[in-house]
Every structure is written in structure tokens, then in C-alpha cells.
């Protein structure tokens, strides 16, 4: 029996998190932590800060949720801000540890990280990210099929979909131990007003997070018909909106697996209640991706090495950045973002379409603000999705330009949306 490290990461939740439960189970103390990394708060790419306030608002409030879980099982949460590796070096050393334990990340960053404390202290890292694990997939992640439906059709009724981990009853952590949490002030951000035209209000925390399950399939039992309104742009029931919740691991994608699996049994099972694990094999399929390629999802070129478009001039970005366009719909998603941090899967779509094949900008631009404003930022998703677009990813088409005459009649023709955001 010893002392051991759980280092937080994108998994801020008890339930379902087969490290954390290890950990618990493997030592007689557990010191939870979680590092704000200071390249979060201090980079810029493309002089875009990398972290804005709606995201690491939502943050703040999920840590401050799992700070509340952990104490109700007998520990607390370390907050510290700084370089990852050498904060939790630093904590290993200092209290005698014998182990970290960690969840594994996809991204190049993260997992460079990973290599790195490797080198420095014991740890051992646990799979927990996607819907299917990675070591249930019937290929290695070198042979990952280039293309996102042979993807799918290798793994949906092949591959089983792990149970639920039971949280940890108790957790014993040295008396003391646990820090408070620094306001968004603190951290140089102005607190984000809210807007009354927001399609939610987000709060982060695993509690929300099951509690927008609950209503999402239980309550209002919207998940029915989540793929006809699924593209919606107004109101808070038109998609399930559990994004912000994955992104930092407050719910996971088995969470919400089980209980659509339940839904069907006890609800209704159809092409809606299966949509909805069809977008997460869409996460997984990404984050699978980011893991494969490393740093190539993050260049211009993406992972094909092959751009499909003439970049032009970047002088006219903060006019996309800052919804003056004068394109309604374009302009219409971009004040919404900005305005709450939120934008739908549509929107974003043809916010990113309209930089690409319009204005002719580099896409990772875009990106880059997205990574900023989005509270539902992952770069897995977030930078798949733009490479796909841009017809540097995974696409087999070679990219998409949206006609947004077609998009305006199809998914707003009384414009009722654009009028709300103009």
C-alpha cells in the first residue's frame, strides 16, 4: 500500500473513470490534482488567445463540482496553474508518491506530456476518452481506415461497448490536502454577461451534466427526435448539447451510451436514438485521428499534405471573427458565439465554410478562434471538423462548400434566427 497521484485531466468526474477508481483501489492515499496549464492562459496562436473567458468559466464551475464530489468521499482537489509535467513532478516528490495515474489524452500536446512525465516519475496512463476503447478496436491505430464510414462499419456491431465504472466510495487523501479555486478575475478574464438569447445556460459540473442528460431523455424525452431537429439554431431542445460536458470529461461517452441503450428499451428505440451514438462514433473517430497524426492536424496541409485551396489574405478575419460579414447567416453565428460561447453544429459548418471557400483564409484561423471561444472546445473535434471542411482531413470528397441560399431555405427560410442575432 503506498501514496499515489490522480492527476485530473479531461475527465473531471468520479463515475465512470476507471483511473481515478484504480488509483482508489490500488493505495492507501490518493492525492486528486488538477494543473491549469499556463499555455492555456498565455499563448496566442495567430495572436488569438488560446483560452477565453466562456470556456474557462465553464471550467472553473466543473472543477469546483468535482472539488465538491471528491470531498464527499473524504478527499479534495489540488488546484495549481503552470507547466503540467513539472507541477505534478513537483507534487510527486514533495509528498513521497509512488505512482500517477492519469487518463490518457488523444492530442498531440497532451500525449507529448504524457512522454514526457513518463521519463520523470512512475505513472501509468488509462484509457478513458472515447465511446470504444482503444484496445478493443480490431486495428491498431497506425491501420485507423482513412475514412470515417469504414471506421464506423469495423467497429458498430463488432466491437462491445465497455460497462460503467463503479465511482469510489472512499477516498483517502492526507488531512489538509486540497487548495481553493482562483475567480475567473483572478485569472485575468472579465466575467462573461449574460444574454437571454442564449440556447442554454451552461454550467459545468458533473452534476449538470446528468442533469441535462435527465431532461434531455427522460423529462422531455427529446432524444426521439434529435435527428429532425438536430440542426436547429433557436432554443435549448433542438440538439442534446452534451458537448460542453465531454470536453471536459464531466459526463462520458459511455454515461450517455447507456442510457440511450436504456431509452431504447424502455422509450423508443429508432434512426433518432441512434444518431446520437452515431455523433459520438463521430468524436471517437476524431480523437482516433488527432492520435494517429499528431501535430499534422494542427498544419495547414492537415493529414493528406495535399491544400485543396488557394489561401488568400487574412486582412479581413475580424470581420468573420466579428460578425460583420454582411452576410446574415454567417454574421447571425458568429454574434452568437461571441456573444455566449455556444454556436450549433450547423452554424459551424457554414461559419467555417464561409472563411475557406469565400474569403480564402487560412482555415486554422478559424480554428484557432473556435479553440478560444467554444465553451465545448476539444481539439480533436475541433480541429477534425476544420480539416474536413477544408479538405485536408478525413473527407472523401475533398471538402465542403456550403451554399448558403441552401442553408437559409433549409434550416432558417423565415429568418427568424438571423433577425434574433442581427
Given at each position: 500500500?503506498?501514496?499515489?497521484i490522480?492527476?485530473?485531466?479531461?475527465?473531471?468526474?468520479?463515475?465512470?473513470?476507471?483511473?481515478l477508481?484504480?488509483?482508489?483501489?490500488?493505495?492507501?492515499?490518493?492525492?486528486?490534482?488538477?494543473?491549469?496549464?499556463?499555455?492555456?492562459?498565455?499563448?496566442?496562436q495567430?495572436?488569438i488567445?488560446?483560452?477565453?473567458?466562456?470556456?474557462?468559466k465553464?471550467?472553473?464551475e466543473?472543477l469546483?463540482?468535482?472539488?465538491?464530489?471528491l470531498?464527499?468521499?473524504?478527499?479534495?482537489?489540488?488546484?495549481?496553474?503552470?507547466?503540467?509535467v513539472?507541477?505534478?513532478?513537483?507534487?510527486?516528490?514533495?509528498?513521497?508518491?509512488?505512482?500517477?495515474?492519469?487518463?490518457?489524452?488523444?492530442?498531440?500536446?497532451?500525449?507529448?506530456?504524457?512522454?514526457?512525465?513518463?521519463?520523470?516519475?512512475?505513472?501509468?496512463?488509462?484509457?478513458?476518452?472515447?465511446?470504444?476503447?482503444?484496445?478493443?478496436?480490431?486495428?491498431?491505430?497506425?491501420?485507423?481506415?482513412g475514412?470515417?464510414?469504414?471506421f464506423?462499419?469495423?467497429?458498430e456491431?463488432?466491437?462491445?461497448?465497455?460497462?460503467?465504472?463503479?465511482?469510489?466510495?472512499q477516498i483517502?487523501?492526507?488531512?489538509?490536502?486540497?487548495?481553493?479555486?482562483?475567480?475567473?478575475?483572478?485569472?485575468?478574464?472579465?466575467?462573461?454577461?449574460?444574454d437571454?438569447?442564449?440556447?442554454?445556460?451552461?454550467?459545468?459540473?458533473?452534476?449538470?451534466?446528468?442533469?441535462?442528460?435527465?431532461?434531455?431523455?427522460?423529462?422531455?424525452?427529446?432524444?426521439?427526435?434529435?435527428?429532425n431537429?438536430?440542426?436547429?439554431?433557436?432554443?435549448?431542445d433542438?440538439?442534446?448539447?452534451?458537448?460542453?460536458?465531454?470536453?471536459?470529461?464531466?459526463i462520458?461517452?459511455?454515461?450517455?451510451?447507456?442510457?440511450?441503450?436504456k431509452?431504447?428499451?424502455?422509450?423508443?428505440?429508432?434512426?433518432?436514438?441512434y444518431?446520437l451514438?452515431?455523433?459520438?462514433l463521430?468524436?471517437?473517430?476524431?480523437?482516433?485521428?488527432a492520435?494517429k497524426?499528431?501535430?499534422?492536424?494542427?498544419?495547414?496541409?492537415?493529414?493528406?499534405?495535399?491544400?485543396?485551396?488557394?489561401?488568400?489574405?487574412?486582412?479581413?478575419?475580424?470581420?468573420?471573427?466579428?460578425?460583420?460579414?454582411?452576410?446574415?447567416?454567417?454574421?447571425?453565428n458568429?454574434?452568437?458565439?461571441?456573444?455566449?460561447g455556444?454556436?450549433?453544429?450547423r452554424?459551424?459548418?457554414i461559419?467555417?465554410?464561409?472563411?475557406m471557400?469565400?474569403?480564402?483564409?487560412?482555415?486554422?484561423?478559424?480554428?484557432?478562434?473556435?479553440?478560444?471561444?467554444?465553451?465545448d472546445?476539444?481539439?480533436?473535434?475541433?480541429?477534425?471538423?476544420w480539416?474536413?471542411?477544408?479538405?485536408?482531413?478525413?473527407?472523401?470528397?475533398?471538402?465542403?462548400?456550403?451554399n448558403?441560399?441552401?442553408?437559409?431555405?433549409?434550416?432558417?427560410?423565415?429568418?427568424?434566427?438571423?433577425?434574433?442575432?442581427?
Amino acid at each position: 500500500m503506498s501514496r499515489a497521484i490522480y492527476w485530473f485531466r479531461n475527465d473531471l468526474r468520479l463515475e465512470d473513470n476507471e483511473g481515478l477508481t484504480k488509483a482508489a483501489s490500488e493505495n492507501r492515499e490518493v492525492l486528486p490534482v488538477y494543473v491549469l496549464d499556463s499555455r492555456w492562459l498565455e499563448g496566442k496562436q495567430f495572436g488569438i488567445d488560446r483560452t477565453g473567458p466562456f470556456r474557462m468559466k465553464f471550467l472553473l464551475e466543473s472543477l469546483k463540482d468535482l472539488k465538491s464530489q471528491l470531498q464527499s468521499v473524504g478527499s479534495d482537489l489540488l488546484f495549481l496553474i503552470g507547466n503540467p509535467v513539472e507541477q505534478i513532478t513537483s507534487v510527486y516528490r514533495q509528498h513521497n508518491c509512488s505512482r500517477v495515474y492519469a487518463q490518457e489524452l488523444s492530442s498531440y500536446e497532451e500525449h507529448t506530456d504524457e512522454l514526457t512525465l513518463s521519463s520523470n516519475v512512475s505513472v501509468e496512463f488509462i484509457w478513458g476518452e472515447t465511446l470504444y476503447h482503444k484496445e478493443d478496436l480490431s486495428f491498431t491505430l497506425a491501420d485507423l481506415p482513412g475514412v470515417f464510414t469504414q471506421f464506423r462499419k469495423s467497429v458498430e456491431k463488432k466491437v462491445q461497448i465497455r460497462p460503467l465504472v463503479e465511482a469510489p466510495l472512499q477516498i483517502n487523501s492526507p488531512q489538509g490536502f486540497g487548495t481553493d479555486f482562483p475567480g475567473l478575475e483572478e485569472l485575468g478574464y472579465d466575467c462573461p454577461q449574460p444574454d437571454e438569447r442564449t440556447v442554454l445556460d451552461f454550467r459545468g459540473g458533473s452534476k449538470t451534466a446528468l442533469q441535462r442528460l435527465d431532461y434531455y431523455l427522460w423529462e422531455r424525452e427529446l432524444l426521439s427526435t434529435y435527428k429532425n431537429t438536430r440542426n436547429g439554431f433557436i432554443g435549448g431542445d433542438y440538439s442534446s448539447k452534451f458537448s460542453p460536458w465531454l470536453a471536459v470529461g464531466a459526463i462520458s461517452p459511455r454515461q450517455i451510451y447507456w442510457q440511450v441503450k436504456k431509452y431504447e428499451k424502455y422509450v423508443k428505440k429508432n434512426s433518432s436514438t441512434y444518431w446520437l451514438v452515431f455523433e459520438l462514433l463521430w468524436r471517437d473517430y476524431f480523437h482516433f485521428v488527432a492520435r494517429k497524426y499528431g501535430k499534422l492536424i494542427f498544419q495547414r496541409s492537415g493529414i493528406t499534405g495535399e491544400e485543396k485551396i488557394q489561401w488568400g489574405s487574412a486582412q479581413h478575419f475580424d470581420l468573420w471573427a466579428n460578425g460583420l460579414t454582411r452576410e446574415p447567416l454567417v454574421d447571425a453565428n458568429m454574434r452568437e458565439l461571441n456573444a455566449t460561447g455556444f454556436m450549433s453544429n450547423r452554424g459551424r459548418q457554414i461559419v467555417a465554410s464561409y472563411l475557406m471557400h469565400t474569403m480564402k483564409i487560412d482555415w486554422r484561423l478559424g480554428a484557432a478562434y473556435f479553440e478560444k471561444m467554444l465553451i465545448d472546445y476539444d481539439p480533436c473535434s475541433n480541429y477534425g471538423n476544420w480539416m474536413y471542411i477544408a479538405g485536408v482531413g478525413n473527407d472523401p470528397r475533398g471538402g465542403r462548400e456550403f451554399n448558403l441560399s441552401h442553408q437559409k431555405e433549409s434550416y432558417d427560410p423565415q429568418g427568424k434566427y438571423q433577425e434574433l442575432w442581427a
